[in-house]
């Protein structure tokens, strides 16, 4: 079993960074991927980031370019900096992590560990 649990996130005008950490606990070496999934309000669910135990990283073409996710594992710990944001990047971000599924930003909303996410709003 893996808790995660996001922290940082806020409001920032457009074109403003910010960043957050997933905090992972329990038993995080059992998973492959971890990755970053946000839910704005009236969009679907849209998968921006994941990272694999090798350290491959792929990203949403929402996000390439100006979001970049790491991982830091003598940490557990997921980040994602964000940067040159814009208003449709507002989202309640959440990390997931799961121990079998493919690595690729598409399958995070089948993931099995989630946290409980962090609101991130942008201003115009």
């Known amino acids: 079993q893996v808790h995660l649990e996001e922290s940082g996130g806020g409001s920032v005008p457009a074109v403003g960074s910010l960043n957050f950490t997933c905090s992972a606990s329990?038993?995080?070496?059992?998973?492959?991927?971890w990755g970053w999934i946000r839910q704005g309000p009236n969009v679907p669910r849209e998968g921006i980031a994941t990272?694999?135990?090798?350290?491959?990283?792929t990203y949403s073409d929402s996000v390439k370019g100006r979001f970049t996710i790491s991982r830091d594992s003598a940490k557990n710990a997921l980040v994602l900096q964000m940067n040159n944001l814009k208003p449709e990047d507002s989202a309640k971000y959440h990390c997931?992590?799961?121990?079998?599924?493919?690595?690729?930003?598409?399958?995070?909303?089948?993931?099995?560990?989630w946290g409980q996410g962090t609101q991130v709003t942008v201003s115009a």
């Open positions: 329990g038993n995080p070496g059992a998973t492959r991927c």
């Open positions: 990272i694999d135990s090798d350290g491959k990283i």
């Open positions: 997931a992590a799961d121990p079998y599924r493919r690595c690729a930003p598409e399958h995070l909303a089948g993931y099995k560990y």
